[in-house]
């Protein structure tokens, strides 16, 4: 095989087979700082692709080694430790070959990759339950806290920082007022529409007005106000209280002797708990609006359909959907105040906690409403 020049210039490296699987490294021109480190990645390339028995490295023609030049030498030499192959360095210049003979192949470790081990099914699920086991311990022991910070609160009101409160109301309820308004004014124009085309076959077309009150006002109004209270609020509380972890703000009113608990997470359970029924009911007289729009566009009178909706729902219907936001509400804001206190340090470590803060609220929202609409069918609500 014709030797190999893998670059010509003042520093150059040419790979020749030897004898048998012998490779042949010939150095030449000057290794300094700036030249080793391009033949330090071509002579691994040419170890990894030859795989040999047996190298040489002739370095007569080397004029100048430092440093670099000498670690070169010496990974080679490592590098053939590892492959299981002999190395042997030709014509180095006594003053350079010195200074290499002071460092021994067995005073450095090398460290090989673990080899990988075959999936294994009951492995990888056993490590997933230890994960989901140790989250849902650690939600049990937040909310504990949060309970006992709750009941201190109530015997000792002046100690809450209401001030905080009003401000997150302010954030998490007057300013969402917009896109709850949207939100239920398209939820009652598709609840409208979906319903009418099939009772339509019925001549039953009025009843929309009887569907889209109980859907809303018993499930579709909280569980919509809850999720836009999650991706709205929850998100803004874990980044929050994110932000404030990695800044070592939290860990400075530790010192201070301030809990964070009743000092961060109070303010802002208080809050969502307070303004989510407000939401709700905004979300329901948006929805009941968009679906008379519907009614109408379609022939019934006004009177029709509001006595349709007064009838359809009662007082119980009402109260169990405001019972069922409060419960969202708290559940969205102790999630998402728990993700921002379990944030760790990293560059993208607040957008992983707000990430989790809604994914775990919405998942815990869904596992709420399954658990309210049994209760409530064998309650008879």
Not at 67 to 75: A, K, N, R, Y
Not at 81 to 100: K, S, T, W, Y
């Amino acid at each position: 095989m014709a030797p190999e020049a893998l670059n010509q210039t003042e520093a150059t490296l040419l790979a020749e087979p030897g004898d048998g699987r012998t490779l042949v490294l010939r150095f030449t021109g000057r290794l300094d700082s700036r030249s080793t480190g391009r033949l330090w990645r071509q002579a691994t390339q040419a170890l990894k692709e030859r795989r040999p028995e047996r190298v040489v490295v002739e370095a007569a023609g080397v004029d100048y080694c430092d440093g670099s030049g000498l670690g070169l030498f010496l990974e080679i030499k490592l590098c053939g430790r590892a492959g299981g192959f002999a190395v042997e360095i030709r014509g180095l210049r006594p003053e350079f070959g010195q200074v290499l003979g002071a460092f021994a192949e067995s005073d450095f470790v090398i460290r090989r990759p673990p080899p990988k081990s075959p999936l294994r099914v009951a492995q990888e699920v056993g490590a997933v339950t230890a994960v989901v086991w140790r989250d849902l311990s650690s939600q049990v022991v937040f909310l504990g806290e949060l309970c006992a910070a709750l009941v201190k609160s109530a015997r000792h009101p002046r100690r809450v920082r209401w001030k905080d409160a009003v401000r997150v109301a302010e954030l998490a309820g007057a300013n969402a007022v917009g896109i709850i308004v949207l939100i239920g004014v398209l939820f009652g124009l598709i609840l409208a529409f979906s319903s009418a085309m099939p009772l339509r076959k019925f001549g039953a077309e009025i009843y929309v007005a009887d569907l889209v009150a109980i859907s809303l006002v018993r499930v579709l109004g909280p569980f919509i106000t809850a999720i836009i209270l999650a991706g709205r609020s929850g998100s803004a509380f874990a980044a929050e209280l994110g932000t404030m972890k990695i800044n070592s703000e939290i860990d400075a009113l530790t010192t201070m002797g301030l809990d964070p608990m009743s000092f961060l997470v109070v303010p802002r359970v208080l809050a969502a708990v307070f303004v989510a029924p407000l939401l709700a009911l905004l979300t329901n007289l948006a929805g009941l609006v968009g679906a008379a729009f519907v009614l109408l566009s379609l022939g019934f009178p006004l009177v029709a359909i509001r006595h349709h909706m007064q009838s359809a729902v009662d007082a119980g219907d009402l109260l169990g959907g405001l019972f069922k936001i409060v419960v969202y509400g708290a559940i969205v804001s102790g999630v998402s105040c728990l993700r921002g206190l379990q944030t760790r340090t990293g560059p993208s470590a607040v957008g992983i906690s707000t990430t989790r803060a809604v994914v775990s609220s919405i998942i815990l929202l869904v596992v709420a409403e399954g658990i309210f609409s049994v209760l409530f069918y064998c309650l008879g609500i």
